[in-house]
Each structure stands twice: as C-alpha cells, then as structure tokens.
C-alpha cells in the first residue's frame, strides 16, 4: 500500500521529506500562510499553492484510510476476507475503486439473488455458467422445492439469473471498465418534461440536446442539472452512437464472464441474463456514478473559478487612508451620503435627491461640496447600482463647479453592500445608522480597502462564482474561506485598525480573539508594539507564533513591527545591524547597504537562506503591499445606457467576472458585455485567466447589441469589426440575458433591482440568431 506521504509526493512532484515536514506541522495546529511564509527551511520552499493541495488530499486520503479500516474490518468479520482481497482493499487509490470492492460483501438488504441463494440456487447458477452445454430446463429440474419457495422450473431458473446478475454487476475489474468505457464513449442526452416549455424556457438549448458527457463544460453541465432539479429537463446516459450502443457494453459483459453465442442449451439463457445485469443492475448503478461524476467535476471547476475570482477582487488595488465619501444612488428614495475619514470611521451621512421626482441638483452639488471641504475629502466612491451613471454625472458636475476641491471619483462594485447593511455585524459596527446608509459607508470604505471591507460579507454574496448555489455548499465554503485566509495574509493586517472579521481571518485567530483584540484596544487604547498581543485573552504563545507575522503595528515603539518580519526573527536583524553598524531606523529602505549583505553570512541552526532573504527584502520595503497600483476606469461621457451602444464603439471598462467561456465587463450601463474566450487575445486562449482576473481594467470593443435580450458581445481584439445583425428566423424568438444579481434561470420578472444584489455569473443561453451577439453566444455554450 502506497503511504499517505508518497501519494502526495507523487502529485505535487516533490520530495517525501517535504511533504512529511508540511504535514507535521499542519498536525501541530500550523497555518497553511504561516507554513508557507515562516517555515520554508522545513519545507524546503513549498509555496500556499501546493500546500493548500496538500492540505486537501491529506484530508481525503485520511478519509479513504478509515474508510479501508472499516471496509476490511467487515469483509474479516464475515470471514471472507482472503490475502488477495486484502492486497485488493490495500491498494485502491480512490473512495470508487475501494466501494467496487466493498459490494459484493458490503451487508445490504435481503435481494432476490440472496433469497435464492437461500433457496439453494446458487450451484444452478454456477452449473450454467460454467458449463453452457446444460439443458437450463433439465438442469433446474433438480432444484424445485416447494419448501424453499421453489416451485417450478421457471421459479429455480429465475433465481439462477438472479444470482447471476447480481455476480455480474458486483465484479470490481468489470465495473470499473464499463465505468470508463461510459465515461469516455457515453452521451448525455436531454429533453424538456412534456407541458414544461414554457416554465422552462430559460433551459430552451437543451431541450433537445445530446453531447459526450465527458466533454461537457462545467457551466454546461451545472445548468443541466439544474433544469433537471427543477422539473424541465429529464437527463438519460446512453452507452454511445449507432442503433445499438449498448451492444459494446453487453459484450464486455459477456466476454468478462466467458458467455458466448456457440449455439449451446444454456446460451441463449445466459445472454438474456447478461442482457437483463446491464439493463437493471449496472446501467441503473454506472448512470448514477457518471453523472455524479460529471457533477462533482463541475462543481470543482465551478468553485476553482469562484475562487481564482475572489481572489482577483479581493487584491484588488486600494485607494488608502483618503477621506472619502461613499455614495448609495438611487432615484425616487435618494442619494445616500457617507462621509468616512482615513480609517474608516463614519463622520458624517446625509441625503441627497438630484434626481426625478425632486429634481434638487444644485442642492445636491452644495451639500457634497460642503462636506468634502469640511471634512477634507479627496475620494468620492459610487455604488453601481440604479442611478449610478445619474449619480457619477453629478459628482462630475460637482468636480467641475468647484475644482479647488480637488476631487476624485470612481464608481465602484457595490455587490454584496446591502446584504452587509442588513447583517448583525453591520448593526454592530454602525448601530446609529440606518440600515439605508450603512450600504454609503461600505462603498466608501471598499473604495479605500477592498480587502478590509469585503471580509465583511459572506463570500458567496460577493457574487463572482458561476452557479455558486448548485454546488456543494460545504466544499465551496471550505474553498472560499481558503482564499480569503491567502489573501489577508498575504496583505498583512493593521492590529489598530482591523475589524473583527479581518482579525479573525489572520493565521491562528479566530472570531473569538478577534473580539479580545478588538475590546483590549477599546479599554486600552492602540497597541504599542506586537508583544502586548501576550496579553490579550486566550492569546496564548502558540497563537502568538502563528498570528504575530501577520500583524503590523506602523506606529509603535518597535520599528520591525511595521513589517512582515517574525518577532521569532528578530535576532537575525540585530546580527544585520551589528554587520552594518547602522541603526533600525537607518537601515529600513537602505537599498544599497542591503543588496551588498551576503544573506549567507546571517543563516543559523534556525533560520536558513529562505528566511534570511525575505528579512532583508522586508528591511528593504518594509510592509510592501502586494496588490496592484490604484486606478480607475474612466466610462466613455454620454455612454450611460444600451441604447447609447453602438457597434464599433471603443470603451474602457472594468471585469467583473471571469467564467471558462468568457469575461463579463462592465463599461458602465448597468449591464456587463460578454468577451467570448475566442475574443479576449489575438492568440489561442485555453483558459480566460491567463489574460484577464476580475478588477482588471480593458479596453474592449463594441461588437453587437441586443437590447431586447439586453446583451453586449465586446472584444478585446480592438481590430476586429462588427457583423451586423440579422434578424431572427421566424419561430425562434429570443430570450433576454440575465441582468445584474440574476441567475440564468432566473425569470425576468423574478429579477432584483439592478445593482442592489449580488452579481452572479451569467451562462447565456445562446441565440438562434445570426450575426456577432449569437456567434459568440452560441461559443459560449459550446465552449
């Protein structure tokens, strides 16, 4: 049996030491950050990726050694279990292949085939397997026995072919070859539910669909199961093409057990049983493994995109500590106004109506400029949701009235805003607000800190997966916190600013520490170095070790606290500081001193040449900020809904998701164009992430709109030219594309008010129209 320890290894391309060194310290209570980051000497380099897969399987592959355990504690207990079997169990890789083994011996309700056996049938069964040349009828006419239930010929027949089937369909080496058989030939056919059209019209494209089912695309394949679970669709597996497909499948059966057409008695018995295993027992079995199959892979490549998105927003370029003012739009309830200072703390709200019905437009102006001016506000940050482009056209009126102010504006992702202003924590933080204006004060804080801000809400409310509801739930929010935790360590954390959710998302804490810190710095005011961290409540010294890193204090008394330097490290600093003569304070940001060290001549038993470098790297730029320079989109003027579209047009535009067919952008009208993957490069995209993540700024081009399905195809091939469209063939109408914070599935009606929810990812459905919109829709779906 392969150990634990080499079939990671084996996986990750690296050595069994290092693998056995992670594991250790993940046993011993160690943070995949904190591994990554302060323990590279014992790892030998392995970076969060690998760690995170290794982190993964070791809890799959520990499941799959208890699941051995017990498989072999029961096959022993029955008395069954011979040195082969156990060689068998002791080698299976995966849960499938130990299951497949398990079966045959796995206790299960009383079957037909064991009332048979029961009955004494099973040497009939055997008889006629293993010698066609038997008269089937002469052959069971020495097993009737009304006292066992076995009155008849055709009643001992019966329970031989039950006996037989059931042998069929509980062969481990056969299953698993039918299993990839049907996996690599299969098709996966779909029709609509007779009366259901209508209901599902959004599922219209497979209504009559067939594809092989390992070919299947994720964003397919979840909307599949969707219709499926709704009622619209009924999803069948067929065995492949040609009138017979199934015939491929009854022969290896047969070739399997040595049943064979030759014109003998018992032959012509035995193919009915072979053709009865496969029809009742193995296709009913093998269609429920391949379409969990083709689920589970759906779902992980569903939750790998939410999670490569996630992280893309969440590293997500920082205005900083600006005085900023956050801006809700709306129309008829008004504009709602937060003013909040370089840290975030709210200092002023109002209401504002420049909008129809009351028109108040200069009041408006006044009142934001008045309270930029007093609260000296550099940033103004707007929702982008409904009345976003109204709402920017006055902020720009007002930048342009009184330029002294000299003022900034952005029109941020306001996804997940209101339901953070509905949460507890939102009723905690800002309990004197309105729940209207607690949303104000989250776009203007998302503005200055996208990170600090988002750890707020529910990863799933953030809105960049596709699908996010149809997968499953727990592994999605394993993978999601996964990235969270990656990317507020990789930031680092201010210990005297940090919110409880950011706090509890840093390397060995967790909300109940979180809260500690939080009241320690309340009653006693701001930390003054990372070592007061000892004395917070059930901070003990392994949470110390694994949290302090992480955690930056830029203005106390001890100037490494500012950086990503471990206070474990420390004395590596002072043995620099020695060989330089220079001061801290000094040497902070001498590139020239630092670049002449040898890191070699600073190494110990301890600290090796991984750590030395990330110390004089951090002496160098203390604290360093890895996401991207601040910068904005700047929308196109008079470019404010999609009837100002027009095909040719080149805009500016921010991405807003990233699914495998395509990226949606939003160019600033309330509803995201699509780039087809085939559009995104000049050059062969496999994979859209390779060019572009969410908050990504581009410059894209105008190909086709469709207002009444309200869908934007865009390029970023700027030199490509627009087809005109064609209209629909008679018979075919179209279908509208999701608008923001709608599911595909979503009835129109059933939509929310654009911008105030979550922005999902949306699967078109394609077009049966011609022309560019239904081209590079209808790839979409066949991406």
Not at 156 to 183: K, N, S
Request: glycine share 8%.
């Amino acid at each position: 049996m392969i150990s634990i320890t080499e079939t990671i290894s084996r996986e990750l391309a690296v050595r069994a030491a290092q693998v056995d060194a992670a594991i250790r310290l993940l046993d011993e209570g160690a943070t995949v950050p904190f591994i990554a980051r302060y323990r590279k000497e014992v790892t030998d380099g392995l970076d969060d990726a690998q760690l995170r897969h290794l982190d993964e399987r070791l809890g799959y592959l520990r499941e799959l050694a208890e699941r051995r355990a017990t498989v072999l504690k029961s096959i022993a207990e029955q008395g069954r279990l011979t040195d082969s079997l156990r060689a068998e169990i002791e080698a299976a890789e995966s849960k499938q292949r130990l299951e497949d083994l398990y079966l045959p011996y796995k206790p299960k309700r009383r079957t037909k085939a064991q009332i048979a056996r029961e009955a004494g049938l099973e040497p009939l069964a055997s008889m006629l397997l293993g010698d066609p040349a038997r008269d089937p009828e002469g052959a069971a006419g020495g097993f009737v026995d009304p006292a066992k239930g076995v009155p008849d010929v055709a009643a001992a027949l019966e329970g031989a072919r039950q006996i037989l089937m059931e042998r069929f369909a509980e062969d481990p080496e056969l299953t698993g070859r039918l299993r990839e058989y049907l996996w690599e030939q299969g098709r996966l056919v779909a029709a609509v539910v007779p009366g259901k059209e209508q209901e599902g019209a959004k599922f219209s494209d497979y209504f009559d669909y067939r594809e092989a089912i390992a070919r299947i695309p994720s964003h397919r394949a979840l909307a599949l199961f969707r219709g499926r679970n709704l009622g619209v669709l009924t999803l069948e597996l067929i065995a492949g093409d040609g009138d017979d497909p199934e015939a491929v499948c009854r022969q290896m059966i047969a070739t399997h057990f040595g049943v064979a057409q030759r014109g003998r008695p018992a032959d012509a018995w035995l193919a009915e049983t072979v053709r009865k295993a496969w029809r009742v027992k193995l296709l009913t079995r093998l269609d429920l493994d391949l379409k969990g199959r083709l689920l589970e892979a759906a779902e992980d490549e569903a939750i790998r995109v939410f999670g490569r998105n996630l992280k893309a927003l969440l590293l997500a370029a920082p205005a900083g500590r600006l005085p900023t003012i956050g801006l809700d739009p709306a129309l008829r309830t008004g504009v709602k106004v937060a003013v909040v200072d370089g840290t975030g703390r709210v200092a002023a709200t109002a209401t504002l109506y420049p909008h129809a019905p009351r028109n108040q437009w200069d009041a408006a102006i006044a009142a934001l400029a008045e309270l930029a001016r007093t609260h000296g506000v550099k940033l103004i940050s707007i929702g982008n949701g409904t009345a976003s482009r109204e709402t920017d056209r006055l902020v720009r009126d007002l930048i342009r009235r009184h330029p002294e102010l000299g003022l900034r504006s952005l029109i941020v992702n306001e996804a997940g805003a209101s339901v953070y202003s509905a949460s507890a924590l939102a009723s905690h933080e800002l309990p004197e607000l309105d729940v209207s204006l607690r949303g104000a004060v989250s776009i203007a804080r998302r503005l200055q800190d996208p990170l600090a801000e988002l750890v707020k809400i529910e990863p799933k409310a953030i809105g960049v997966g596709q699908y996010q509801h149809d997968v499953n739930q727990s592994q999605l929010a394993r993978t999601l916190d996964a990235v969270v935790e990656d990317c507020v360590n990789a930031v680092g954390v201010d210990l005297n600013t940090a919110s409880v959710p950011l706090l509890s998302q840093v390397s060995g804490l967790n909300r109940t520490i979180a809260e500690n810190i939080v009241r320690r710095r309340e009653e006693q005011g701001a930390f003054a170095n990372r070592a007061a961290l000892k004395g917070v409540p059930r901070l003990g010294d392994k949470t110390f070790q694994l949290c302090a890193g992480f955690l930056r204090v830029p203005d106390g008394d001890e100037p490494l606290d500012a950086s990503a330097v471990h206070p474990e490290a420390y004395p590596v600093v002072r043995r620099i500081l020695a060989t330089t003569n220079k001061g801290l304070r000094e040497l902070i940001g001498d590139s020239a001193t630092l670049r002449r060290l040898d890191p070699a001549a600073f190494t110990d038993d301890r600290f090796g040449l991984p750590t030395v470098r990330d110390i004089l790297a951090e002496l160098e730029k203390p604290g360093r900020d890895p996401r991207p320079e601040f910068k904005t989109a700047a929308f196109l003027d008079g470019v404010e809904t999609l009837a100002d579209l027009k095909p040719g047009m080149v805009l500016e535009g921010t991405v807003t998701n990233v699914t495998n067919f395509g990226a949606f952008v939003d160019v600033g009208v309330h509803q995201d164009g699509l780039v087809h993957i085939s559009a995104l490069a000049e050059r062969f995209v496999k994979d859209p992430h390779e060019v572009v993540k969410s908050g990504d700024l581009v410059r894209v081009k105008v190909l086709e709109v469709d207002q009444a399905r309200r869908r934007i195809a865009l390029t970023m091939r700027l030199a490509d030219r627009p087809e005109p469209a064609q209209p629909e063939r008679p018979g075919e109408p179209g279908q509208a594309a999701p608008r923001r914070g709608q599911r595909p599935d979503q009835p129109q009606a059933a939509a929310p008010r654009a911008g105030r929810n979550d922005r999902r990812a949306q699967t078109p459905s394609p077009s049966p129209a011609a022309g560019t919109m239904a081209a590079a829709f209808a790839k979409a779906r066949k991406t």
